[in-house]
């Protein structure tokens, strides 16, 4: 039998990006002797102290150096002496972009143990995925001002959907809900905006008829909104455009409790480049260095990676190490009100795992 191997290229970044990559590699190394395949790990240093010294966050061909790994663990980027805008223009957009990771994948579970802002909510009532388009609609370049400081200024953005574009992520959704709970949920606004919304309801009517056997629902995306925090146990899939997925990727999270906890996988589902994997949390400077930095997303985002890598027996191992941490009062970091430190949550894993 071949002995399965995957080439990661790690991103740390800054802060404590380096503290729960390094966190995360421990438990997915256990995961890969416990389910015997093997990873191979290739750092970069790609971060603002790089930038610091250098005056570029990568080298000039960085996205061809991390191309032909299987996938890209990434920490967290941006640190206060350098603009956000140069530490996200300089690394995680390129990536994203050049690498065409048009799928951005949040899962929004209810854990045991997380304090849920909506009243009575068990975490069977929470339980769904984000599926954000990540590469056009509403974030366009396109556009400009007129008249610019006269009276009659105006300023005007051209959001652009394009059939590829809305078919592939309608594909990564309908996929996704075949291997759960088989139901869609699309995020739209035909209603308001008379032309980008008309079609992408078009798309996801086209994507509905060639997944006979997913249910499917739409809303407009301010009824959405209220539902997550109303109804959260009416979804398992939700898909939406690059804008209203930005703000529902944010949201889901909060209405989990899980903010502090949240992955995020940015992803090129045809597997042509490699998919990045990365907490959604930042850099921390107020407790980097300290060692008391909550793993837990990085530790998920981890279990997302394998999960892609075709590792699903292991990411089911690792998320359910994970939730046996966070359940458990004397085994949570102090952000979530418990008394570890990182390394002592990293060893509660690796013994649930
Ligand atoms: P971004 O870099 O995405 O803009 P941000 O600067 O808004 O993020 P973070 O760096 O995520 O925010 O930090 C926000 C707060 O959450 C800080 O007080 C930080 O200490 C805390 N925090 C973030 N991640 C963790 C973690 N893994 N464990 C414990 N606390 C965390
Ligand atoms: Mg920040």
Redo the contacts with the bound molecule.
């Keep these: 039998m071949n002995h399965r191997r995957h080439r990661i290229a790690t991103i740390p970044g800054d ?2 990006g380096h ?2 990559i390094e966190a995360g590699q421990e438990v997915l190394e256990a995961a890969a002797r416990k389910f015997g395949f093997s990873l191979n790990w290739t750092e970069f240093d790609w971060s603002c102290d790089r930038f610091q010294n250098t005056g570029q966050m990568m080298p000039e061909d960085g996205i061809d150096l991390v191309r032909e790994y299987d996938a890209i663990y990434l920490g ?3 640190w206060p002496t350098v603009p ?1 805008h140069v530490s996200l223009w300089g690394l995680l957009i390129p990536l994203r972009r050049e690498l065409d990771l048009y799928a951005n994948v949040r899962p929004v579970k209810l854990f045991e143990g997380v304090k849920c802002p909506l009243a009575d909510r068990k975490p069977e009532d929470i339980d769904f995925v984000v599926v954000r388009e990540n590469v056009e609609g509403e974030y366009s370049k396109i556009g400009g001002r007129l008249y610019e400081g006269t009276p009659q200024e105006a300023a005007n953005q051209v959001a652009m959907f394009t059939r590829h574009g809305t078919d592939r992520i309608m594909e990564v959704a309908f996929d996704l809900a075949k291997r759960r709970r088989k139901h869609v949920t699309s995020a739209t606004k035909s209603n308001g905006i008379v032309h980008t919304m008309p079609f992408w309801d078009e798309r996801f009517k086209a994507a509905t008829a060639r997944h006979a056997g997913v249910e499917t629902a739409a809303y407009h995306i301010d009824i959405l909104a209220a539902h997550f925090v109303l109804h959260p146990d009416w979804f398992d899939v939700v898909v939406a455009s690059n804008l209203f997925g930005d703000i529902l990727s944010d949201l889901g999270p909060a209405v989990a409790g899980s903010i ?2 949240a992955p995020s996988a940015n992803l090129n589902p045809a597997r042509k480049t490699p998919s990045m994997f990365e ?10 260095g300290k060692g ?7 530790i998920w985002a981890g279990a997302m990676m394998l999960e892609h890598l075709g590792e699903t027996q292991a990411a089911e191992a690792v998320i359910n190490a994970m939730a046996t941490t966070l359940a458990q009062n004397e085994t949570r ?3 979530l009100g418990g008394t570890e430190d ?1 390394r002592q949550s990293v060893a509660a894993v690796l013994a649930a795992l």
């Design positions: 802060g404590i503290e729960v967290a980027v941006g956000d502090g906890i907490p959604v949390h930042g850099s921390a400077p107020d407790i980097a008391i930095a909550n793993p837990a997303a990085a970091t102090a952000d990182t």
